[in-house]
C-alpha cells in the first residue's frame, strides 16, 4: 500500500470491510448516547434527495424512535429540513427521502432570498462574486437555516460528511462541513450505499448520480465530474486497493490540498501548514 494511503486510511477510520448491522448500530448508538449526555432533543438535518442525507435522516429517526422508546420521553424528535433555493429540480427525490424516512418533522426554507441578499450587497461592496463562490454561500445558508432550527428545539444539526467526502474536502467550508455531529463519518461511499440496502431503501435512492448542485452554470453537475476521479476509485484507495497512477495522484492531490478543511482554524501554535 503507498504510505501516504495508509496514514489516510488510520487517520479517517475507515474499514476495508463493513457488517452493514453492526455499522448501522453503531451511529445510531452515537446519536442517541450524544442525546442524552448533553440532554439535548433534536437532530436537525437538511435532505437534499441525495444519498447520504436519505441514510444519515434515515439513523437520525432510528435514533429518536428508540429514545422516546427507553426514556418515555416525547421530547425526543428527528427535524428533517428541505432547504431549496428557489425550486429544486429533484424536489420529489426529497419528499421521497423524507417519506422513507417517516421524519417526525419537515421544515422547509427557502435559502434563495437570503442568498441573492449577500450577493447583492456583496457586489453592492464592489467584491466579485462567482458562479462558483455562490454555490459555496448556498451551502452556509443552508447551515444558517439549520442552526436556527437547532437553536430553536434544543438540537445538534448533523453532517453527512463521510470517508470520501473527507478525504476530498469535498464540502464547503463552515457550509455543508459545519456540523455538531457526524454518524457517517468513517464509511466510505460504497459502504453508504451498503447501508441504505441493507436498511431496504429502494434501489433509486442509493443508484442516484451524487451531486452537490450548487452552481447554476452547471446544474446536476456530478460530483466525479468536478473531483477528477470516480468514487470507485477513491473507495477502493480507502479501502487499502490498488488503484491507478493516475487516480492515486489525484486522490491524495485532493486530500492534500484540502488538510486545512480537516483542521480548526491555524492559530500560533500548529505548525502542519509549514
Ligand atoms: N458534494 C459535496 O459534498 C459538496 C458540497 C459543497 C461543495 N462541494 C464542493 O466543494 C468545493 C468547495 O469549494 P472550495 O473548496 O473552493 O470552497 P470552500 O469555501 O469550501 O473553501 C475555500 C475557502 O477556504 C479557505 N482556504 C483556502 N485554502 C486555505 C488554506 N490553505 N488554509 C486555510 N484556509 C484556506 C479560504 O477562506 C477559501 O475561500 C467545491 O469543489 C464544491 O463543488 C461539494
Ligand atoms: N437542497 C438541499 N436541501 C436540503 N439539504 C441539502 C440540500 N443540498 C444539500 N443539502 C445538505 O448538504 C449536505 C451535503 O450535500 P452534498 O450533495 O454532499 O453537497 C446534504 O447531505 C444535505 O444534508
Ligand atoms: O449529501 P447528499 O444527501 O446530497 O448526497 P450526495 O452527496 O450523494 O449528493
Ligand atoms: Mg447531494
Known amino acids: 500500500?503507498?504510505?501516504?494511503?495508509?496514514?489516510?486510511?488510520?487517520?479517517?477510520?475507515?474499514?476495508?470491510?463493513?457488517?452493514?448491522?453492526?455499522?448501522?448500530?453503531?451511529?445510531?448508538?452515537?446519536?442517541?448516547?450524544?442525546?442524552?449526555?448533553?440532554?439535548?432533543?433534536?437532530?436537525?438535518?437538511?435532505?437534499?434527495?441525495?444519498?447520504?442525507?436519505?441514510?444519515?435522516?434515515?439513523?437520525?429517526?432510528?435514533?429518536?424512535?428508540?429514545?422516546?422508546?427507553?426514556?418515555?420521553?416525547?421530547?425526543?424528535?428527528?427535524?428533517?429540513?428541505?432547504?431549496?433555493?428557489?425550486?429544486?429540480?429533484?424536489?420529489?427525490?426529497?419528499?421521497?427521502?423524507?417519506?422513507?424516512?417517516?421524519?417526525?418533522?419537515?421544515?422547509?426554507?427557502?435559502?434563495e432570498e437570503s442568498v441573492l441578499g449577500v450577493v447583492h450587497e456583496l457586489e453592492a461592496a464592489g467584491v466579485p462574486v462567482t458562479d462558483f463562490n455562490k454555490g459555496n454561500i448556498k451551502a452556509r445558508e443552508r447551515m444558517i437555516a439549520q442552526y436556527g432550527v437547532a437553536a430553536a428545539y434544543k438540537g445538534v444539526v448533523i453532517g453527512t460528511d463521510h470517508a470520501a467526502e473527507a478525504l476530498a474536502g469535498f464540502y464547503t467550508k463552515f457550509g455543508d462541513g459545519a456540523a455538531d455531529i457526524t454518524p457517517l463519518y468513517r464509511l466510505n461511499k460504497r459502504q453508504g450505499r451498503q447501508l441504505l440496502a441493507y436498511l431496504g431503501a429502494p434501489a433509486t435512492f442509493y443508484e442516484k448520480v451524487p451531486t452537490a448542485d450548487l452552481e447554476e452554470d452547471r446544474p446536476g453537475q456530478p460530483d466525479e465530474v468536478a473531483l477528477g476521479v470516480t468514487y470507485d476509485a477513491i473507495d477502493d484507495y480507502l479501502e487499502g486497493k490498488e488503484v491507478s497512477e493516475a487516480d492515486a495522484l489525484q486522490i491524495e492531490r485532493l486530500y492534500t490540498s484540502t488538510e486545512h478543511k480537516r483542521r480548526q482554524p491555524v492559530t500560533v501554535f500548529d505548525q502542519w501548514w509549514r
Open 1 to 111: 500500500m503507498r504510505p501516504l494511503q495508509a496514514e489516510i486510511i488510520e487517520t479517517l477510520g475507515v474499514q476495508p470491510t463493513i457488517d452493514p448491522a453492526t455499522e448501522i448500530k453503531r451511529s445510531i448508538t452515537l446519536l442517541k448516547d450524544y442525546l442524552k449526555q448533553t440532554g439535548l432533543k433534536t437532530l436537525v438535518l437538511g435532505i437534499s434527495g441525495g444519498q447520504d442525507s436519505t441514510l444519515a435522516g434515515k439513523l437520525a429517526q432510528f435514533a429518536v424512535e428508540q429514545l422516546r422508546e427507553e426514556t418515555g420521553d416525547g421530547e425526543y424528535q428527528f427535524i428533517a429540513m428541505r432547504l431549496p433555493y428557489n425550486e429544486q429540480a429533484d424536489e420529489s427525490d426529497a419528499l421521497a427521502a423524507i417519506k422513507w424516512q417517516e421524519a417526525d418533522k419537515t421544515v422547509t426554507v427557502n435559502i
